[in-house]
Structures are given as C-alpha cells and as structure tokens.
Nanobody, 120 residues
Framework: VQLQASGGGLVRTGGSLRLSCAAS??????MGWFRQAPGKEREFVAG???????LYADFAKGRFTISRDNLKNTVYLQMDNLAPEDTAVYYC?????????????????WGQGTQVTVSS
C-alpha cells in the first residue's frame, strides 16, 4: 500500500485548505492525518475508519473535517479558519485495524508530507 498526499500550500489566517490522500493497493480500514511543526513532535489531527467513525484532536474540532471516499480509497481533510499555529507538514497514515487511534506508532503506512503554511 502506498499513500499519496496533496493539497498543501500557503494561505492567510482564516483561510481554508483541503488536503487529499489517495491510497493505492488494498482498501485501508483506518486513514488518519498527523502534522509536525519544526522542533515539535508529530501530533494527531484526525482519523476515520471505513465505517465513517471519526476522531479529532481537540484543536481540530469545529475547524477541520475529515472525510473519505471508500470507492476511491481516498481521505480528505478540510481545514477551515486556519491559524499560524496550524503551520506544519501534514502526513496521512493508514492502519488495517478498524480502531481509530491518535498514536503515530499504531499506523504502519505513511505518505509523504505536504506543507501547510498559514501566514498572519
């Protein structure tokens, strides 16, 4: 299985971006988004399983929406009302269990990161 992330970019405070992550190969049960800012550890953003159960980090609730298209084996992250502290490299990840978790070590497949920069 390979993951291909896209959709990052530069946006002003309050703006929006939509990230996509397409999985090639077999259907993935859980797909998630993580992010890593310079000098910080990788942190969970949101995850979703194929039954459309969603889990969000507290900072993402109300601003970010994770969704997926099971036919396309693709997960999306709609990010609204972005702030400078959202600046990071965003990674998509996958795990075969149906349980959505927030621990990076639980995810066995990772895509390349996509840079999100929010200017003030």
């Amino acid at each position: 299985v390979q993951l291909q992330a896209s959709g990052g970019g530069l946006v002003r405070t309050g703006g929006s971006l939509r990230l996509s992550c397409a999985a090639s190969g077999r259907t993935i049960n859980v797909m998630g988004w993580f992010r890593q800012a310079p000098g910080k550890e990788r942190e969970f953003v949101a995850g979703i399983n194929k039954n459309i159960y969603r889990l969000y980090a507290d900072f993402a609730k109300g601003r970010f929406t994770i969704s997926r298209d099971n036919l396309k084996n693709t997960v999306y992250l709609q990010m609204d009302n972005l702030a400078p502290e959202d600046t990071a490299v965003y990674y998509c990840a996958a795990r075969q269990s149906l349980l959505v978790t927030s621990t990076p070590a639980d995810y066995t497949v990772w895509g390349q990161g996509t840079q999100v920069t929010v200017s003030s």
